[in-house]
């Protein structure tokens, strides 16, 4: 009768080892990345941007856009242009905030068709809600010496455009100007 015992094996080794651990790494990396919690990561509500306040003057072509002139030496400048949503009948809107001269402050109304005599004392046309609307880090006080008008902006082909301004004149020499234009 014919030995039917199989013969032995030759150890297979090294290899096998290999692959074995090559394996099991492979699975544990990919069983790391489908159980990572989404947790870390955070998802907001509105797909755009956040939008953030610009330090500087605003370019010349934004002020011809806004048809608005910042004066010239103004100082701690800052603005929002917050765009309309695409249709022809959106607004786009301009906040801006700067520091200015008596001077300044002059050039800056006259480029709205308005003067400083125009400045209605204790009146906050824009507040201090209008600026958390956008999310603004601008403080308007409450305290202090307050002005504002409103202007309408002339017409620049089919848009016309209105303009709401505060001024803060508590240091007379250097007064903080507060705009919101719409175009």
Same mark, same amino acid.
Not at 8 to 22: H, I, S
Not at 173 to 180: I, M
């Given at each position: 009768?014919?030995?039917?015992?199989?013969?032995?094996?030759?150890?297979?080794?090294?290899?096998?080892?290999?692959?074995?651990?090559?394996?099991?790494?492979?699975?544990?990396?990919?069983?790391?990345?489908?159980?990572?919690?989404?947790?870390?990561?955070?998802?907001?509500?509105?797909?755009?941007?956040?939008?953030?306040?610009?330090?500087?003057?605003?370019?010349?072509?934004?002020?011809?856009?806004?048809?608005? !002139?910042?004066?010239?030496? $103004?100082?701690?400048?800052?603005?929002? %242009?917050?765009?309309? &949503?695409? @249709? #022809?009948?959106?607004?786009?809107?301009?906040?801006?905030?700067?520091?200015?001269?008596?001077?300044?402050?002059?050039?800056?109304?006259?480029?709205?068709?308005?003067?400083?005599?125009?400045?209605?004392?204790?009146?906050?046309?824009?507040?201090?809600?209008?600026?958390?609307?956008?999310?603004?880090?601008?403080?308007?006080?409450?305290?202090?010496?307050?002005?504002?008008?409103?202007?309408?902006?002339? !017409?620049?082909?089919?848009? $016309?455009?209105?303009?709401?301004?505060? %001024?803060?004149?508590? &240091?007379? @020499? #250097?007064?903080?100007?507060?705009?919101?234009?719409?175009?």
């Amino acid at each position: 009768m014919a030995d039917m015992t199989r013969p032995e094996r030759k150890q297979r080794g090294l290899p096998v080892a290999l692959l074995v651990a090559a394996c099991c790494s492979f699975l544990l990396v990919a069983a790391a990345i489908l159980l990572t919690p989404i947790w870390p990561f955070e998802f907001k509500d509105n797909a755009l941007p956040t939008r953030q306040e610009k330090q500087g003057v605003p370019s010349a072509a934004l002020q011809k856009t806004f048809r608005l !002139e910042v004066p010239t030496g $103004a100082r701690d400048t800052s603005y929002l %242009v917050v765009p309309g &949503d695409g @249709s #022809a009948e959106s607004d786009q809107d301009l906040y801006l905030r700067f520091r200015t001269t008596p001077a300044g402050l002059k050039q800056f109304l006259t480029s709205l068709d308005r003067t400083t005599g125009d400045l209605t004392a204790g009146n906050v046309v824009l507040d201090q809600d209008d600026i958390d609307s956008v999310d603004l880090p601008w403080k308007i006080g409450t305290k202090g010496r307050l002005a504002g008008l409103y202007a309408d902006i002339p !017409e620049q082909g089919d848009r $016309a455009g209105a303009a709401r301004v505060t %001024v803060d004149e508590t &240091d007379a @020499s #250097a007064p903080l100007v507060y705009a919101h234009v719409t175009v």
